[in-house]
């Protein structure tokens, strides 16, 4: 199976890493081959090449290799939330509730639910367990439609 993917312009550095160390662990890793162009095309089985994808796709939102490569177990799984349909501004100020005061919102909801949360362009995006994954993003969520950050962390405590 050959498959493309898009990631942004400024990621595909940190998808190559250093002398090319996280693209040759990432082929290792899911057993395919990786070309990185315009476009990132991927070689290999199904499964592995929907697995690298995913990882790509993950390190293109703005996580770290290593929080990407938790997607490798089977109970990971990776959910973006996309503001593209707001204005600017209103994206501005979403994205200011979700991370909160210091970045103590977005901490509190990481800790409280076990996942990882990356803020990167018009998306939020989640990584963690299906179950704590779900959890997180009916948080971010709540945060979204307006409701108050003490009633959305007692819903984590719940």
């Not at 779900?134 to 984590?156: Q, T």
Request: proline share 2%; hydrophobic share 35%; with cysteine.
């Amino acid at each position: 199976m050959n498959d493309f993917i898009k990631i942004p312009e400024q990621r595909k550095g940190v998808l190559i890493g250093k002398e090319g160390s996280v693209k040759k662990e990432l082929e290792k890793l899911t057993k395919t081959k990786i070309e990185v162009n315009e476009d990132i095309s991927i070689e290999g089985e199904s499964l592995n090449v929907i697995k690298a994808k995913d990882i790509i796709k993950a390190i293109g939102r703005g996580f770290s290799p290593e929080k990407a490569f938790k997607l490798m177990n089977e109970e990971c799984q990776l959910v973006v939330i996309s503001l593209g349909s707001e204005t600017e501004k209103t994206i501005k100020r979403l994205m200011s509730r979700v991370i909160g005061r210091n970045g103590l919102s977005k901490r509190r909801i990481e800790m409280r639910t076990g996942t990882d949360i990356s803020i990167y362009g018009k998306t939020i995006s989640i990584i963690g367990n299906w179950k704590d994954v779900e959890k997180a993003e009916k948080a971010v969520e709540m945060i979204l439609e307006g409701r108050p950050h003490s009633y959305v962390y007692k819903f984590l405590e719940s």
